[in-house]
């Protein structure tokens, strides 16, 4: 089966980088019917950044303003999945690098039952590059 990519609206929030912080805001976009495709989040100076992907990007603005939520605006990043198999994402990589295409970052994962799933930001500057590279929808 072939690799499904998709283009995805995400948004950063800045959070105190304590423990609970981003439980509490990921309950509280659950609470409000934001289902959440991917999120990740990491240390960023005395806070921590934590990135969403919502399935939907309307439900999660209304969501994030409701909870007062100072979000970033909406950015693109790629989504992709597909069967799990040696150097799935390394021809996905190698895709980016033959067009000079600078990845910003990428988290993969083996998703089980032979499935695998990723997520790949690169400067919004080359999205449209990007997504005509990977064949994104």
Do not use: E
């Not at 921590?48 to 979000?71: E, G, N, S």
């Not at 970033?72 to 690098?97: E, I, N, W, Y």
């Amino acid at each position: 089966m072939a690799n499904t990519i998709r283009k995805m609206d995400y948004f950063y929030v800045m959070v105190g980088n304590k423990p609970g912080q981003g439980a509490k805001v990921v309950k509280g976009l659950a609470d409000n019917g934001v289902n959440l495709v991917a999120f990740s989040g990491f240390p960023s100076g005395k806070g921590a950044q934590v990135v969403f992907v919502p399935d939907d990007a309307k439900v999660f603005r209304r969501a994030a303003k409701k909870m007062k939520l100072a979000t970033s605006k909406a950015q693109t990043a790629f989504l992709v999945s597909g069967d799990d198999r040696p150097g799935a994402v390394a021809r996905l990589v190698a895709r980016l690098a033959d067009r000079k295409i600078n990845i910003t970052a990428v988290d993969a994962v083996a998703a089980g039952k032979g499935r695998f799933g990723a997520i790949l930001w690169v400067k919004q500057k080359n999205v449209k590059k990007a997504a005509k590279a990977l064949g994104a929808k």
